[in-house]
């Protein structure tokens, strides 16, 4: 069966562009009949916003769209995740890594590699071989060992929307963190945990998550897991051209009233390219036959450009 999952980051209140990601995941999974979760990403405590998490959850059942299932949370799953290092570990796969972030981009620099805007500095595997006495920071996933294992570094995926996607992710990422410095566990490494967990089946999510398929793929193929297939949709965009993201600062969804949520349903369903709806007397009444109408839609839609809106 069909299980796809919405999984919003509490640093802040739902906005258009994460409703979009939102609103298309929903309309996937009831367009295949499967079933539709919600996992709250709060690993990252120190930028997670008190009763944020709560807030999201009262945002989406305003919007109609309402989970078949328990919320997770990942800051109840590290268990989960230390056994997937541990696993890791026992193959040779994971080591731990005494770079800071500075001496990674000061051997990249010494390397004559330039670091490109919004893309951390490509590991270039220092610690790949010991520590040389300095202490343990974080753990690494050993890109170089896989890569060597399964024969290349190249890793090819069809994504449902932007079609065949590559990335040599020797090159291009170099060994990536599993578990940071101050204790916290990396994204890549919760995600593909939860996903296997959760029986995710296909992950549809914003076009801005596209560049860490690959990393996800190699921990999947590593950790003995299955490959969901993956939709990317596209970018809401601020009037800078800029993602429009929390950093970006974008604006938490205006859900006051039945004709704000309609009006946000409506705006992020235009930019999936789906068909726009005439404001009707009772939006709260008529939302869940707009959903019905979008599900029906959603199979044979084009998805939209990027949409541009004030921020």
Known sequence: MYRGRFAPSPTGNLHAGSLVAALASYLDARSHK????????????????????NHILKQLSLCGLHTNDNVVF???RSSLYQQS????????????????????EEQQAALGLSLERHKAAVYPGTCRDGLNGKPARAWRFNVAKWCLLR???????????????????????????????????????????????????????GQD??????????????????????????LVLGVNGEKLSKQNGAQALDLSSPMAVWMAMQSAASALGLSPLPHPAEPHASLSEALTNWTQEWSQSNMASPLKIEA
């Open 74 to 76: 990942q800051s109840a």
């Open 85 to 104: 290092l541990d696993q890791l570990i026992a193959k040779g796969l994971a080591y731990p890594c005494a770079c800071t972030r500075k001496e990674i």
């Open 151 to 205: 024969g290349s570094p190249v890793v090819d995926w069809h994504d449902r929307r932007l079609g065949p996607q590559s990335q040599n992710v020797s090159e291009e990422v170099g060994d990536f963190v599993l578990k940071r410095a101050d204790g916290l566990w990396a994204y890549q490494l919760a995600v593909v945990v939860d996903d296997a967990a959760q029986g995710i089946t296909h992950v549809v999510r």
């Open 209 to 234: 998550l596209t560049d860490n398929t690959a990393r996800q793929i190699l921990l999947q193929e590593a950790l003995g897991l299955s490959r969901p297939q993956y939709l990317h949709t596209p």
């Open 34 to 53: 499967g079933h539709w979760l919600v996992r709250i990403e709060d690993i990252d405590g120190p930028r997670c916003i008190d009763g944020a998490a």
